[in-house]
């Protein structure tokens, strides 16, 4: 076991090396430069895309995607992942978190719509699509297409489970004093139920689950807000301060805020990873330029409003550590307390008293984990698909292997499934940044033709041959004239 911990810590080292840090708002300043700000200019055009009630026989709806995307990247990263931000990076963190969201919203509209323009149309009536098909496509280089799918198999499909099983367990083990093991294997077995109905049933049930599970969240948020609202400023103030180095107690870790906020950012909110623009490639729109502003917002729901939500909730209770470059502890608000979920938990028993908070918190984790996990499934699966085509038997082989992979979360160290969870992370958006600047020309071309036709009061539809897209499956058939 020692030399697989040590083997993980030394392959995160080399992916979250500061490359990965800077590329990643590199690639964010760039496209928003370059696009003129879309997620400031279009922000009504983002809310206007989503349509609940639009249903599509031949994939799943904008809504659907949106929900979907936002299960997916609303999960762990929004409360143990902030609160890994701050114990390694400190109160700083959380505003390159923000900073983050900002520019990689023009990332994940990138992404997205490169992803809908070169979607594919399976024999099964199913869309498929994400970097793995763009980059083949587009790029016309196989290997790349095959690294990425593989990477991204290996990152959702083996690596970042654990992380969300690890924390439902905790949580329900000091909720409830549960047994991890048993948590985990009953968890894992509902899960197996759902994967195996594909992407419908996955859109279908996070259709309903995204957004109460959001709503829950940010309400318990609010009022914990309200009930500290004069420690507001002074918490916002510590953030703020932390990120420039100007607070006397975190001025030392500006490099280590800087690391861990876009590092947490990139594993929150997958802006340029990737895996929003699988999920998204599955939506029924007649432009892709529509699913590339839903992801955008779906960015801005992410760590805006959740993360937020956590990062005020660890703050305002002050259930928090921070550890020096030195390996000291700064600050030591809870000692002994593993950094992760069990700060909110523990951050909601404060406030509300008794362990309903911690017991509340159990339940809502339920439908976090849940609809991250099952947005995990299914970009690995896509990749699966890729390579193998519709072949039944690797896909089924493939669905054990994920469900084992979940259930490794109770039995790995977690400081050890986190860094797994880092890595598989990293390797991702290593190879879809690279992708999609390569592409920005096309991606730039998707808006301002998306634009154009609007500007002409049309309603925005992709003719893929003014693109140089050979259509061979039809995926864009039913808008052609």
């Known amino acids: 076991m020692d030399g697989f911990v040590n083997a993980m810590n030394k392959l995160n080292d080399i992916v979250w090396s500061m490359p990965l840090v800077f590329l990643c708002l590199a690639a964010g300043i760039w496209f928003s430069v370059r696009m003129k700000f879309p997620q400031i200019r279009l922000f009504k055009d983002m809310v206007k895309q989503l349509s609940p009630g639009s249903k599509s026989d031949t994939g799943i709806s904008p809504f659907q995607a949106f929900a979907t995307t936002v299960g997916s990247r609303v999960g762990m990263g929004n409360i143990a992942g902030v609160a890994t931000a701050i114990f390694f990076g400190g109160p700083g963190a959380v505003f390159w978190m923000w900073v983050l969201a900002f520019i990689g919203a023009a990332s994940a509209f990138v992404e997205s719509a490169l992803a809908q323009a070169y979607k594919i149309k399976t024999p099964d009536g199913e869309y498929l699509g994400g970097p793995q098909f763009f980059i083949d496509r587009a790029l016309k280089c196989k290997p790349f297409a095959v690294v990425f799918a593989l990477a991204t198999i290996l990152g959702p499909g083996i690596l970042m489970p654990g992380v969300h099983i690890n924390s439902i367990a905790s949580t329900f083990n000091m909720a409830f004093g549960a047994k991890e093991i048993i948590v985990g294997a009953i968890f894992c077995a509902v899960l197996a139920l759902v994967v195996c109905g594909g992407v419908k049933r996955i859109g279908t049930i996070a259709e309903y689950m995204a957004p109460v599970m959001c709503v829950i969240y940010v309400l318990i948020a609010i009022v914990i807000i ?152 299914y970009e690995a699966e896509s990749n699966i698909r890729y390579m193998f085509g519709e072949k039944k038997s690797p896909l089924w082989i493939f669905r054990v292997v994920f469900i084992l992979s979940c259930f490794t979360g109770v039995l790995v160290n977690g400081d050890v499934v986190w860094t797994m969870g880092d890595s598989g992370a990293g390797l991702m958006a290593w190879f879809n940044i690279i992708a999609i600047l390569l592409l920005s020309g096309k991606a730039i071309a998707l808006l301002k033709d998306y634009e154009d036709q609007r500007n002409l009061g049309k309603d925005p539809v992709f003719d893929p041959k003014k693109f140089g897209i050979d259509d061979v499956t039809g995926a864009w058939s039913k808008y052609q004239k």
């Open 226 to 377: 309200v009930m500290k609202i004069g420690q507001v400023p002074h918490a916002l103030g510590l953030i703020i301060s932390s990120a420039f180095g100007f607070n006397a107690v975190f001025g030392g870790i500006i490099g280590s805020a800087l690391a861990w906020g876009v590092k947490r950012g990139v594993y929150s909110n997958e802006a340029g990873q990737g895996s929003g623009a699988i999920v998204s490639a599955a939506a029924d729109c007649s432009h892709p330029a529509k699913q590339g502003l839903v992801q955008a917002l779906s960015v801005y729901i992410d760590t805006l409003v959740v993360c937020t939500s956590s990062a005020l909730i660890i703050l305002l209770t002050n259930t928090f550590n921070t550890q020096g470059a030195d390996g000291a502890m700064l600050v030591e608000n809870v000692p002994g307390l593993q950094y992760g979920i069990l700060w909110v938990q523990q951050a909601l028993n404060n406030a509300f008293g008794g362990t309903f908070g911690g017991k509340a918190l159990a339940i809502i984790i339920i439908m976090f984990v849940f609809t991250s996990l099952m947005g995990y499934y």
